[in-house]
């Protein structure tokens, strides 16, 4: 059952014994990994090695991380990862243009080539890692969450949103006056709104009939999303992508309806933003170049109407920018370049920071250094790039960050320990007590979300996590989750 072709396999006619079962997955498997290999070299065109090495990575990476029933945040974030690495291949294809030319920064694109291949490597081992750390499926986890979501009254899940949004907002008031237990707070803010939408349009999709009063919720959530300086709408997509994939038990055509609306929704969204972002952010900052929001709501939502409807936010165009957008393997080939030939390794430094960091809190160490991802950018590529104090911040991604300390092969051991730790927190958030899987189903896919972007820098990403996991472990330690859930059946509303 680990592999999508196990699936196919269990519908068909049962075979006489245990072994021509395994022979036939096994050769199912075979063809299905073949037949990937082929169909994406045949799509990268002049860079069909490339292409089929993708396809092939692909195709394990699903196998080894697909659970029907269970969350699917870590085969999406292997997936979402792979199109970052691997969606330049296929575009350069399209407009019929070399990867070098298409991926150029400033001139010169690196040795982009062996910056794909390295990144395709490192996803394997991030596959590999995430198995190991969640160990076998969990039927009796699947069923739990079923059992849960069918005998809880859907007001209870309701209520539990609507009581986990209010206190998010007042996390989120208090992490502005905490001082140096701001980022606490602020992911407390997050934990706490996320969990609980993905909890209520798990249960609002998993009964039958499916709840439709569920996409007011949805509405309000990319409403209330909108007008940030950053993307976070993405976030309002992404959680509910995972919770209805988790939510679907035979795939039929009505049972993917939903994906395919939110999907195409988020699509059409990440395109007017892309097209819109420069000139919205102007003007909410006032041009003062910060990353702030200096405008009030009405004018948010004002400007962002007026630009939406002012051209073809929603065009070929916008499609060929957004996938300029999500590329982002780039500076890791620009990086080849520079380490060690200019700049010498760093010899484990940004790993060791990343990983000591988030157990320096900045009130017992204030003169802790803050994260500036333009400055480590510019000193291993050697290019000018845009600061925090110019409204935006570049990092290299956590495959560069690892080459750089590392170099060849040993930039693999750090991805998949991490990998493998990753995927443990998972299982450990999901799997005790069983009899509130979708509590559980719920804290574990926003606890490991902070991992999802292949551009994030290490040294972000390891201190979210390390607060995404201290969270969750507070609801198991102190039995929040039954506490949370008996509050939500006796709270008036």
């Known amino acids: 059952m680990g592999a999508p072709i196990g699936i196919v396999s269990m519908v068909m006619r049962p075979a006489k014994s245990a072994g021509l079962m395994h022979g036939h997955r096994t050769g199912v498997r075979v063809i299905g990994l073949l037949t990937c290999i082929f169909f994406f070299a ?14 092939g990575i692909l195709f394990l990476g699903i196998s080894m991380l697909w659970r029907p029933g269970e ?23 399209i407009v019929g243009l070399p990867i070098e030319v298409l991926g150029s920064y400033a001139g010169s694109s690196g040795d982009l080539p062996m910056a794909i ?26 069923r739990s969450a079923v059992d849960q979501a069918r005998a809880e009254p859907l007001r209870v899940w309701v209520k ?6 209010a206190l998010s907002l007042v996390f989120s008031s208090i992490a502005h006056l905490s001082g140096a237990f701001y980022q606490l707070f602020y992911s407390a803010t997050q934990f706490f709104r ?33 007008g940030a300086f950053f993307s976070e709408f993405a976030t309002v997509f992404f959680m509910t992508l995972f919770a209805l994939i988790a939510s679907v038990g035979r795939i039929t055509s009505r049972s993917i309806r939903p994906f395919v609306v939110v999907f195409t929704l988020m ?66 080939g620009i990086v080849l370049d520079v380490v060690p030939k200019l700049v010498p390794h760093a010899n484990g430094q940004i790993w060791s920071d990343a990983l000591l960091r988030p157990f320096m809190p900045r009130l017992l160490f204030p003169g802790k250094s803050a994260i500036d991802d333009s400055d480590r950018s510019r000193e291993y590529t050697l290019r000018n790039m845009a600061t925090a104090a110019q409204g935006t911040s570049i990092s290299l991604g956590y495959v560069a960050e690892s080459y ?5 092969p040993w930039m693999f051991s750090p991805i998949f320990m991490l990998a493998v730790a990753i995927g443990y927190m998972f299982r450990w958030l999901q799997h005790a ?35 995404s996991a201290l969270i969750g472990w507070i609801f198991v330690r102190f039995g929040l989750q039954a506490l949370i859930l008996w509050v939500g059946k006796t709270v008036r509303l």
């Open 160 to 165: 539990l949103y609507l009581l986990a949004l």
């Open 42 to 55: 045949i799509a990268a065109g002049t860079n069909w090695l490339l292409g089929g090495l993708a396809g």
């Open 404 to 408: 750089i300390d590392f170099g060849i």
């Open 267 to 332: 699509l059409m969204f990440a395109m007017v933003w892309t097209m819109i972002k420069g000139d919205y952010r102007a003007f909410v900052n006032k041009g003062t170049g910060q990353q702030v929001v200096l405008v009030d709501r009405t004018q948010q939502l004002n400007k962002i109407t007026e630009l939406s409807l002012g051209g073809a936010v929603v065009s070929v165009e916008a499609l060929e920018r957004l996938a300029n957008r999500i590329e982002y393997v780039t500076f890791f």
């Open 117 to 142: 291949k390295l990144s395709n490597i490192a996803l394997l081992f991030l596959a590999i890692g995430f198995r190991v750390g969640m160990g076998p499926a969990s039927p009796s986890l699947v």
């Open 194 to 226: 996320w969990a609980f939408f993905f909890m209520l349009t798990y249960v609002s999709f998993r009964r039958r009939p499916a709840w439709i009063y569920w996409w007011l919720f949805f509405a309000f959530e990319v409403f209330f999303s909108i």
């Open 433 to 467: 007590p069983l009899r509130q899987g979708v509590l559980r189903m719920g804290l574990a896919s926003v606890a490991v979300f902070p991992f999802f972007d292949f551009g994030t820098s290490i040294t972000k990403s390891a201190g979210a996590l390390v607060l």
């Open 71 to 93: 969350s699917p945040v870590l085969l999406m974030m292997f997936t979402f990862q792979w199109l970052e690495v691997n969606l330049i291949l296929y575009h350069a294809t």
